[in-house]
């Protein structure tokens, strides 16, 4: 009597079924791997036990920084309002010391929930992690929060804003292949942008460049060596391989633990930068000492060749117009010049999202220009 009394309060009242339960592990780990924000997965640890143990199987791994802090302001923990401050003074011009990336508190479940043993401390590499009293948010580098992954393929890792502080209305964007130095490098920039309306609008813009001449018919004017055009593209040439050459020094750590890596960017927000890294390039900078300059924290930029492009007005075809449009192609003066020149146009075009890379391909069509840097 009693079981019929169970069995039918069993059919009245049956037992709540989880689905993910019936999920495969590997169903469940396609899904992890499409959300890839680290700081989602760090939540996911907390839903199961079963959640907490295939989080650190993710293959594709998305972290976006909240703040970049240099090492003058990290040092200073005791003065959290000044340090925070002088931070966001800094992000914009990070170049001229080693800077480091940390996470807000979110982090901390994560963790905490996948170390190995319970009684290690969150804090176990001073050198990977600080606690800074910012209205009690903790932060955590980036080496501290990915060692937890133990097999990571994909990763990308977005700064907030670009290292360059640039005037309103410049455009000023890069690419830059990297294995243990650096392979190759496309600059895009432009004094000014204008979206245009209508057909007699673009024309007024494209036929007068700043100084009221007519536009150039493929060579870059005279007025560029005197009014100060040259040197700015010099300056804009240099600060974005500094910055690229200071953000593949701050992958070594991550580069070396995480041997399973296979695809590695590091960008912003801005889409300013973007550094990049296959299979191939990671195991070079495995297999290869790194060159490093020691004074400024970064990697040592080798001699290079480099093609300038210029166009005083570039209309695009969806009519934007680029004004004191440059575009620069850089590559170590070591590789073969038939290996650059036959697949320089390809190379130059797929290395920007469009539209930009529509005029990377128009501005190589127009004369070229050789120039040589040494080493720095």
């Not at 495969?24 to 996911?44: E, H, Y």
């Not at 989080?55 to 976006?64: G, H, L, S, T």
């Not at 005029?359 to 120039?371: D, E, F, P, Q, S």
């Amino acid at each position: 009597m009693g079981s019929l009394k169970l069995d039918l309060y069993c059919r009245i009242y049956p037992e709540r079924i989880d689905h993910f339960d019936v999920l495969p592990d590997s169903i469940l780990l396609l899904i992890f791997n499409k959300i890839g924000d680290v700081k989602a997965l760090g939540r996911c640890c907390v839903v199961s036990k079963r959640f907490h143990s295939l989080v650190p199987q993710v293959e594709n791994v998305v972290v976006r920084v909240d703040c970049v802090i240099s090492d003058d302001d990290s040092s200073s923990s005791g003065n959290s309002a000044s340090s925070s401050a002088s931070a966001a003074n800094k992000s914009r011009h990070p170049i001229s010391s080693l800077f480091r990336l940390f996470f807000s508190g979110l982090f901390q479940s994560l963790t905490q929930l996948i170390t190995p043993s319970p009684r290690r401390s969150i804090v176990s590499n001073t050198e990977d992690f600080y606690d800074i009293d910012q209205n009690s948010v903790t932060h955590h580098s980036p080496t501290q929060v990915l060692k937890n992954f133990d097999e990571i393929k994909l990763l990308r890792i977005e700064l907030p804003t670009g290292e360059l502080g640039i005037d309103e209305g410049i455009l000023l964007k890069w690419k830059a292949d990297f294995g243990s130095t650096l392979d190759n490098c496309v600059i895009l920039g432009a004094s000014s942008v204008i979206q245009t309306t209508n057909t007699n609008e673009c024309s007024s813009v494209c036929n007068v460049d700043g100084n009221g001449a007519e536009s150039d018919n493929g060579s870059i004017p005279e007025s560029f060596y005197t009014n100060g055009g040259l040197k700015l593209r010099v300056v804009w040439t240099i600060s974005s391989l500094i910055a690229a050459s200071a953000r593949h020094y701050l992958l070594q750590p991550i580069i070396a633990e995480h041997k399973t890596l296979e695809s590695l960017v590091l960008t912003d927000a801005d889409g300013q930068g973007v550094l990049y890294m296959n299979k191939e390039q990671l195991e070079e900078l495995r297999a290869k000492p790194l060159s490093a300059s020691s004074a400024s924290k970064r990697t040592l930029v080798p001699a290079l060749s480099m093609r300038l492009w210029y166009a005083a007005h570039l209309e695009l075809p969806d009519g934007t117009v680029l004004k004191g449009a440059t575009l620069v192609a850089i590559r170590p003066s070591e590789q073969p010049k038939k290996e650059v020149l036959e697949s320089e146009v390809n190379w130059v075009a797929s290395a920007l999202e469009e539209p930009f890379g529509t005029a990377a391909r128009m501005l190589v069509k127009r004369r070229t220009y050789c120039l040589e840097m040494n080493s720095f």
